[in-house]
């Protein structure tokens, strides 16, 4: 049977900027992707961790969450790459998306993004924070799997040109907190960070 929702966390990337994978840097004693898919569990049939081929045996060691690598035709293409992933190697309806460097992120916001889901009729759900929009914290479709591939094909990497080509819902939410959207990108944007 189909899952309705699979919870997919983004640990792909290769942290050229953090200057080490901070998929494995730590907040209040956990790893910044434990906090992802924290944010996912209660919400979600079953999850999934999209990894880094680096980091993919300290992932494994730490979770017994399914892990995967992204799929070998797209592998390092960043998250398009791993969405593609998601969706061929579980099939859902819908894949709930959360990128591995938000430690702030938290369950209320996928409530928040599921309730609109089941309220319109779209292919892709995504937050919209002080004007800006977070692509990689949202709801696709499982529909968008041959567009996905389409942009991956055409070397088009931007999770924006999906939305573009997608019936996207831009959710504009006051109550949606812009802590939990905080993204590390280095160091110096988390200086409380720190690896085991």
């Known amino acids: 049977m189909e899952r309705k929702y699979l919870g997919v966390v983004l640990a792909g990337g290769q942290s050229r900027r953090y200057g080490r994978q901070k998929a494995l840097a730590h907040y209040q004693s956990k790893p910044f992707f434990m906090h992802s898919l924290d944010a996912l569990k209660d919400l979600t049939e079953e999850q999934l961790i999209i990894c ?47 990128p591995c460097d938000t430690p702030y992120i938290h369950t209320n916001v996928y409530k928040k993004l599921i309730k609109i889901q089941q309220e319109t009729i779209s292919q892709a759900i995504i937050p919209i924070i002080e004007g800006r929009k977070q692509p990689l914290i949202g709801l696709y479709h499982k529909s968008l799997q041959h567009t996905i591939s389409e942009l991956l094909d055409q070397e088009i990497y931007k999770v924006g040109a999906l939305l573009e080509a997608a019936d996207t819902y831009l959710a504009a939410d006051s109550s949606f907190d812009p802590e939990a959207f905080h993204n590390v990108n280095k160091p110096e944007d988390w200086p409380e960070a720190k690896l085991d």
Request: charged share 25%.
């Open 52 to 98: 880094h081929p680096a980091i993919l045996k300290d992932i494994k060691a730490k979770t017994k969450t399914s892990v995967v690598l992204d799929h070998p035709k797209y592998q390092g293409l960043g998250p398009l790459a791993g969405l593609y992933t998601a969706m061929r190697t579980k099939d859902a309806e819908w894949y709930v998306t959360a």
